[in-house]
């Protein structure tokens, strides 16, 4: 016990003069400050010793995560195998899937029907009764981490359930829970807001506060109505919180997906998102989460463009987040799918090419969200490209209605007053897979194919770590059932969430099927991935021009080795000229011999080139 608390306490002399700033600045309340740093050594204490044996191994290899085997994999616990033993038994596909990092979309208790997808949390230390227990949570945890999977978990900070033991006491009227959200017994306030606060779902939820007929107040809801806002103005809030996020880490989640980060401070005449105290917040998490479990990773949820993303990590010597989604760049490849030109997809990633290195942004195509048309509409512009017509263009182009689209999908939260729509669909029915095999038309279904793969081959040469949403690998389609239950019918994004189809896994053998083409090229360029060092997250990574509009081409270095990625977006044969001089190349799928000069590349293919290595004289 003595060598244990000396590790904490040396961590935590480490981190507590700037803990105890922050926490002063934010809250200027001592004895809550005290009761934290109590809490949180009792936490440490209870941390099992595999986990603590974990954190020092981590602690001596900060880097772990940022090695080229990171591969990620996102689902729901039910859609994918029922519930948490499930998981446990399909571990073996996970492993075949190259996966070693799996993302559990919400699991905690939640009010059937009023549960966003499980984002409206109403017990944090309560698995859904459906899916398992906390014991089946912490057993599932071991078996991953025996196969060196990493589990990724959501913690759901800015929001609670209206089920939740505090919105319940707080609807009654005791003050002392109502100090924890954010109550108004008439509108002036919530209109003053209202002037400053934009909308996230305008259409399934509209406005940002719900009347609560019973209690007599508006109580402030951002998403849902049934989703109330923590108030962590309220130092009770952030400890509890902290307790909540402590608990979990101990049952052995890996890497804490932070929801909905931006929105966790509200302030009067601000909109509400990425305040200053919101990363002030986000610093004590990572620092306590230094003091108690070093070895887990935050991940920030900021859905936002790259100016206010950024942030989210920090600076180098005090670090906010761990990883982040690379948003605003899934978002353009879209965009560039549809166009067939790669421009602002280029300088998307040449944008963030120019970042530190240390800095890990999750890449991936699509996720259980919609995909927002958040992109660079002031490069656009000078195209003579207009934010409002073109989101209408894409919108119409993947939902299939524009000239010569194959994708099929659904609008979300389309906005009758400003004209604005997300999107939403699977990877595969957006490559147009979903029409091809609707009507069969082979022709069709192998460009299909070609485009889907080439998006993940594109995908793997980013800078970062690649997340598959599980189904992708073997191109699973839209999912209609969603409109034949109530609870569902109203949020299309249950569209793309559909179960996982373990009949058609079985085809992963059988490379005439689409099934197993998607998976068995998915694999080799994983296994590519995973050997060649040059695919590790901090490689220096850029992009060659190349001088055909529908042709990316992205350069990765490290450590004498080089690859060069070229990928083309269109449906027709291109030539990329590039001119490396440097030496010649291999193709790392094919391995064929080739010069990187004046490539020719078929429609919707993509080549991994890498330099052979000079002989020594
Ligand atoms: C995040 C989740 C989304 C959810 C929202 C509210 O953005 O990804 O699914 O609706 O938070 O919790």
Redesign the pocket.
């Known amino acids: 016990m003595k060598t244990a608390e000396t590790v904490f306490l040396k961590r935590l002399e480490k981190h507590h003069d700037e803990l105890r700033w922050l926490y002063m600045e934010l809250y200027g309340n001592d004895s809550m400050f005290a009761e934290l740093c109590d809490n949180i050594k009792q936490f440490y204490l209870e941390r099992n010793e595999d986990l603590k044996a974990l954190d020092l191994k981590r602690e001596k290899k900060p880097d772990w995560y940022k090695q080229n085997d990171m591969l990620g994999m996102m689902f729901y616990i039910d859609n994918f195998a029922g519930d948490m033993k499930g998981v446990e038994a399909r571990l073996g596909y996970i492993e075949k899937c190259n996966v070693n990092y799996i993302h559990l979309m919400p699991f905690l208790d939640t009010p059937e029907g009023r549960s966003?997808?499980g984002?409206?949390v109403s017990d944090f230390r309560k698995v859904q009764e459906k899916l398992g227990s906390m014991k089946d949570l912490e057993n599932l945890t071991a078996a991953c981490h025996k196969k060196g999977i990493n589990v990724c978990m959501?913690f759901?900070m800015?929001?609670t359930s209206e089920d939740h033991e505090w919105a319940r006491k707080a609807r009654q009227g005791d003050g002392e829970y109502m100090s924890r959200y954010f109550f108004f017994d008439n509108w002036y306030m919530p209109s003053l807001y209202e002037k400053t606060v934009p909308q996230?779902?305008p259409t399934t939820a509209p406005g940002n506060f719900t009347w609560l007929d019973d209690a007599g107040y508006f109580v402030m809801t951002?998403?849902?109505p049934y989703?109330w806002d923590l108030n962590y103005k309220n130092p009770r809030v952030f400890n509890e919180m902290m307790y909540n996020f402590l608990y979990l880490a101990n049952r052995g989640i890996d890497i804490i997906r932070i929801?909905?980060v931006p929105y966790i401070w509200k302030e009067l005449n601000t909109p509400c998102r990425n305040l200053q105290q919101v990363h002030t917040i986000v610093r004590m998490m990572r620092m306590i989460s230094e003091i108690v479990c070093p070895s887990v990773l935050l991940l920030g949820?900021v859905?936002m463009e790259p100016e206010k993303v950024v942030p989210y990590f920090g600076t180098v010597e005090k670090p906010e987040c761990h990883m982040l989604y690379n948003v605003t760049t899934m978002a353009t490849t879209w965009h560039t799918v549809a166009t067939r030109d790669v421009r602002l997809l280029k300088k998307q990633l040449d944008i963030v090419n120019a970042l530190p290195k240390d800095y890990v942004f999750l890449n991936y195509l699509r996720?259980?969200?919609d995909i927002g048309w958040g992109l660079d509409y002031g490069t656009l512009m000078t195209e003579g490209i207009e934010e409002r017509c073109h989101k209408k263009y894409l919108n119409d182009y993947f939902q299939g209605y524009a000239g010569d689209s194959k994708s099929r999908g659904e609008l979300y939260n389309a906005d009758p007053v400003t004209g604005d729509a997300r999107f939403c669909g699977t990877t595969a029915s957006m490559c147009g897979i979903e029409k091809a095999g609707f009507e069969q038309d082979n022709e069709a279904m192998e460009k299909a194919v070609r485009l889907d793969v080439m998006l993940h081959a594109y995908m793997f040469m980013q800078s970062g770590i690649p997340v598959l949403y599980s189904g992708d690998e073997i191109g699973q389609v839209n999912d209609y059932t969603y409109k034949e239950n109530p609870h569902k019918a109203a949020d299309s994004?249950y569209l793309h969430r559909g179960a996982m189809n373990w009949e058609l896994a079985e085809n992963i053998q059988d490379s005439n099927t689409v099934e197993g083409k998607i998976f068995y090229s998915l694999d080799r360029l994983e296994k590519i991935r995973k050997k060649e060092k040059a695919f590790v997250s901090n490689a220096d990574t850029w992009t060659i021009e190349t001088w055909d509009q529908s042709v990316l081409c992205i350069g990765r270095y490290y450590e004498g080795e080089k690859i060069i990625g070229l990928f083309n977006f269109s449906e027709f044969d291109k030539t990329a000229w590039i001119n490396e001089t440097d030496g010649d190349y291999v193709e790392l799928i094919s391995g064929r011999e080739m010069k990187a000069a004046g490539v020719n590349i078929p429609a919707y293919g993509f080549y991994y080139l890498k330099k052979k290595q000079q002989k020594s004289q």
Do not use: L, M, P, S
Request: glycine share 4%.
């Open positions: 966003d997808g984002y409206a959501d759901v800015n929001h996230v779902f951002t998403f849902y989703q929801d909905a949820e859905v996720c259980h969200d994004r």
